[in-house]
């Protein structure tokens, strides 16, 4: 799917005051979804190839092939927020240093968190909140 044609459906999405679009086109799948009377289009748009909505709508290319994975280290569950009503400690396009926390793995009622083992920036979330995590694992990915 070229970035044309992306910019085209976020157009539509815009124009039609849409709550959610979905398009898939040779195994690239974008979803746009806002909440209903949401006026900010695409808050919440995500490309299920990884690709963050920034580097798609700005036509910047990824290496798909030079992307570092942050696997589970045991096993637990996973926490993406310090806290049941907390923000998640990251989403898909954060930008992250060295050191910063991604999660929570509780095991045995500890709590573990996991950290960047490197700058970069979040393009996956392998997991949903509250998923049992397995050894080895992969969590996030990042370019």
């Not at 979905?22 to 490309?47: C, F, H, S, T």
């Not at 990824?62 to 400690?89: C, H, R, W």
């Amino acid at each position: 799917m070229t970035t044309d044609k992306i910019k085209n459906l976020a157009e539509i999405f815009y124009a039609h005051n849409l709550t959610k679009l979905e398009a898939q086109e040779n195994g690239v799948k974008i979803i746009l979804e806002r909440a209903p009377g949401d006026g900010a289009p695409g808050v919440n748009a995500r490309a299920e190839t990884g690709v963050s909505p920034e580097a798609l709508f700005n036509g910047a290319a990824m290496d798909f092939n030079n992307l570092t994975e942050i696997k589970s280290p045991i096993v637990g569950v996973f926490y993406a927020a310090p806290s049941p009503d907390g923000q998640p400690f990251v989403c898909i396009g954060d930008k992250v240093k060295k050191g910063d926390v991604l999660c929570i793995i509780e095991a045995m009622k500890l709590l573990n968190e996991i950290t960047a083992d490197a700058d970069g920036e979040i393009v996956d979330i392998c997991i949903k909140n509250g998923d049992i995590a397995e050894y080895g694992q992969t969590l996030f990915k990042m370019a």
